[in-house]
């Protein structure tokens, strides 16, 4: 068990790959969630994020208690009481493999025996190792959250409500050179997105601040724009980099049709966000 969850933790925070499948489960189970609540109109969904970051942390350390608990359990008279004799019970070893992982080092009961004090020392470690990476890991989604934030913001500024973005541009080169910028930011997103999949439990009611809704917004404008006449070719390499890079950020979620806006309202509507309330 302290194998499984340690290449879960190690899977989710250390390989900028995605979630372990421990991960994967917890953060799945209330990304539904979140969906959900945000098409009810509940305020659950604001919070779900933050409880889906605290949830992963937890089922880590609850596994890890459990396993260095069956491995006392499995060492002969493994901890005794620090000063008296007494019967020694499974929530004797509980407590001390509580207070020995959250690195405490204090306690009632001491390891009994070399093997016991090996045992110790290792969970010790593996307790201090752990906490240190679920901050990490916590402070790192954050981040996350916030660029995406800002990121459905700034294009909301330029298209407003209808997602209007020609009227507030001079000519397609601007708005093409505006979106050059919007791509390079929308490309850390994206890999921030492959490291951090519980990124999208972290859900908006508003629609100014949803990269779902303000990306389907774009990426209408943007296929409009490369369909209308007198566009250079310059700016249409622009535009088919955009939806390269639309195309690649759709895909971590596991959206796999062709049709790109077809993504994008899919996206959207996973979101909590439907077509009618683009």
């Known amino acids: ?23 994967a489960i917890v953060s799945g189970g209330f990304r539904n969630l979140a969906s959900l609540s945000l098409r009810a109109g509940g305020r659950v969904s604001e919070i779900m994020g933050a409880v889906s970051v605290l949830a992963i942390g937890s089922t880590w350390l609850a596994g890890l208690w459990a396993g260095w608990v069956l491995v006392f359990l499995g060492l002969p008279n493994a901890i005794e009481h620090s000063t008296h004799a007494t019967t020694v019970g499974i929530y004797d070893y509980v407590y001390f493999v509580g207070f020995t992982l959250s690195t405490l080092g204090v306690g009632d009961f001491t390891p009994n025996g070399t093997l016991a004090q090996m045992a110790t020392t290792l969970s010790s470690f593996n307790g201090l190792l752990v906490i240190t990476l679920i901050v990490t890991y916590a402070v790192s989604v954050v981040s996350g959250v916030v660029a995406r ?31 050059k910028d919007i791509r390079n930011d929308l490309i850390f997103c994206t890999e921030q997105r492959l490291a951090y999949p519980v990124l999208d439990n972290f859900l908006s009611k508003e ?34 980099e955009l939806f390269s890079v ?20 899919k996206l959207s509507d996973r979101e909590g966000w439907s077509e009618i309330n683009l």
Not at 1 to 23: P, Q, R
């Open 1 to 23: 068990m302290i194998l499984i969850v340690m290449f879960d933790v190690i899977k989710t925070t250390l390989t900028t790959k995605g979630e372990g499948f421990l991960s």
């Open 149 to 179: 934030r800002v990121l459905a913001y700034k294009i909301y500024l330029a298209g407003g409500d209808e997602g209007d973005f020609q009227t507030r541009f001079e000519s397609v080169d601007d708005f093409v050179a505006w979106i």
């Open 246 to 265: 639309l195309y690649r950020y759709t895909s971590l979620t596991g959206i796999t049709d062709n049709d790109l806006l077809v993504r994008l309202r």
């Open 207 to 240: 629609k100014s601040h949803s990269l779902a809704v303000q990306l389907t917004k774009l990426g209408l404008a943007s296929q409009a724009t490369k369909q209308s006449d007198g566009v250079s070719e310059p700016s249409r390499r622009e535009l088919d």
